[in-house]
């Protein structure tokens, strides 16, 4: 699909450089298998953000983002956001600069492959006061032209969330995005809202939006307090939970497969704070952690739910996996669990066998159920690579973008 320039809101652009190919060798023969991937990173001189295409014999800059902004709050935040950030400095809760006017910065946030000729990017924009503390911006999701590097606006999201503050009783307005997902089709991607500090009495509260950019403008789909996000094969379906009607430590717990509506799949009363997953098998075959009871003594289930026929196999497990913690890898899964902080492979098959065993660690880079790896643990510039056969590996990015800090790392297609 034919990329646009870059559209801010407001017409303000990021500064975009392109550069030209640089040759690199390649540094490990695993690199090979991987294909082309991407990573986003930092210069800890000159603050500037790239986006980096990367395969066995050659590394290429997509784009950069310049970090420090020339142009004010007024200029580049949405009007809600911008009236906030005047409040606060009205209060005095937020020191401006000297001149009076907060500075602005702007960074790569998350990048995962749509198809061999888009990126979709996650950035932020924002001022902070380093003083006080608290940030006012927004985040925006952008596709990027992997051949230019052009970047057209699709959709952006206010630190001081008004959907959020509407939604969240007890929890703070300000937000962060805890999961981005794109459908198999790559024509949309789901994403969840998660508040940033404490919460009470609901804890793992979450909002969950559906972004359709197969024409724009986008459509947006809202969906409160939605969760554990998956999408079907075809990626027509998406499952999720929601945890509504919260009262002292029980909710009611509902699980939705949902198309051009949702449908109910599941409902119990539940402890708030239970995490809660989504995967699938296949187009008719939805796969979910469940817990009938709201004792603690009960053991978890894993259902594999038919949506044709309506049966289901339930598996008891001996502990639970965490929630959008849940990776599919062609034939198999890997699960964050807990108790004790493992990230375990698993047959799709109705049993539990584990396959497979990983330390947990944090984060995890995934793109969608079509990748054969994914990348964890990223610890300066190295990064564990974990394949569908959970052959695993350790990949140094130093090898193909040296003087770079990494902060982010994209499976490709």
Same mark, same amino acid.
């Given at each position: ?28 023969? *695993? ?16 603050? =500037? ?13 997509? #784009? ?10 007024? $200029? ?5 956001? @911008? %009236? ?22 702007? /960074? ?6 749509? !198809? ?38 699709? *959709? ?7 959907? /959020? ?9 300000? =937000? ?21 500090? !404490? ?8 909002? /969950?939006? =559906?972004?359709?950019?197969?024409? #724009? ?26 945890? !509504? ?19 109910? &799949? ?16 296949? $187009? ?9 009871? %709201?004792?603690?003594? %009960?053991?978890?289930?894993? &259902?594999? @739910?038919?949506?044709?026929? *309506? ?17 599919? #890898?062609?034939? *198999? ?26 330390? /947990? ?21 190295? =990064? ?6 959970? !052959? ?22």
């Amino acid at each position: 699909m034919a990329v646009n320039t870059l559209r801010f809101f407001r017409g303000i652009s990021f500064l975009i450089v392109l550069v030209a190919w640089i040759f690199v060798p390649s540094a490990q023969a *695993h690199t090979t298998a991987l294909g082309v991937f991407y990573a986003a990173s930092i210069n800890p001189t000159t603050h =500037v953000t790239s986006i980096w295409e990367i395969n066995t014999t050659t590394t290429r800059r997509i #784009l950069t983002v310049s970090y420090l902004n020339p142009a004010t709050p007024a $200029d580049l935040f949405p009007e809600h956001e @911008h %009236e906030a950030l005047l409040s606060a400095i009205e209060q005095g809760s937020f020191l401006a600069t000297t001149a009076g006017t907060p500075g602005v910065t702007q /960074a790569i946030q998350g990048v995962w492959q749509l !198809d061999s000729d888009q990126l979709l990017v996650q950035t932020n924009t924002e001022t902070c006061d380093r003083v006080a503390g608290g940030c006012y911006g927004y985040f925006e999701f952008l596709l990027a032209d992997i051949a230019t590097g052009s970047l057209t606006s699709l *959709h952006q999201i206010e630190y001081h969330n008004d959907g /959020a503050e509407k939604s969240w009783a007890g929890c703070p307005s300000t =937000v962060h995005i805890d999961t981005v997902l794109p459908n198999p089709e790559f024509s949309k991607f789901a994403f969840t809202l998660k508040p940033t500090g !404490d919460c009470y009495p609901n804890p793992d509260q979450s909002q /969950a939006y =559906v972004v359709d950019f197969a024409t #724009l403008p986008v459509q947006i789909t809202e969906i409160p307090l939605a969760n554990g996000l998956s999408w079907s094969p075809s990626g027509t379906n998406l499952a999720y939970y929601v945890k !509504d009607a919260c009262q002292s430590s029980t909710c009611v717990t509902s699980l939705y497969v949902q198309s051009s509506a949702p449908q109910l &799949i599941e409902q119990a009363p539940l402890f708030n704070a239970t995490p809660l997953f989504t995967a699938w098998v296949d $187009d008719q075959t939805v796969m979910y952690q469940w817990h009938f009871s %709201e004792s603690s003594e %009960e053991p978890y289930f894993l &259902i594999w @739910h038919d949506l044709n026929n *309506h049966t289901k196999v339930e598996v008891p497990l001996p502990y639970y996996f965490l929630s959008n913690g849940m990776f599919y #890898l062609k034939t *198999h899964l890997l699960g964050l669990s807990y108790p004790g902080g493992k990230l375990l492979g698993l047959p799709t098959q109705p049993e539990f066998t584990v396959l497979a065993e990983f330390p /947990a660690s944090y984060p995890i880079f995934y793109n969608s159920r079509f990748n054969s790896y994914l990348f964890t643990h990223l610890q300066g510039s190295e =990064v564990t690579v974990i394949d569908a056969e959970f !052959d695993q590996f350790t990949l140094n990015l130093a090898d193909f973008i040296p003087s770079e800090t990494v902060i982010y790392v994209a499976p490709g297609r």
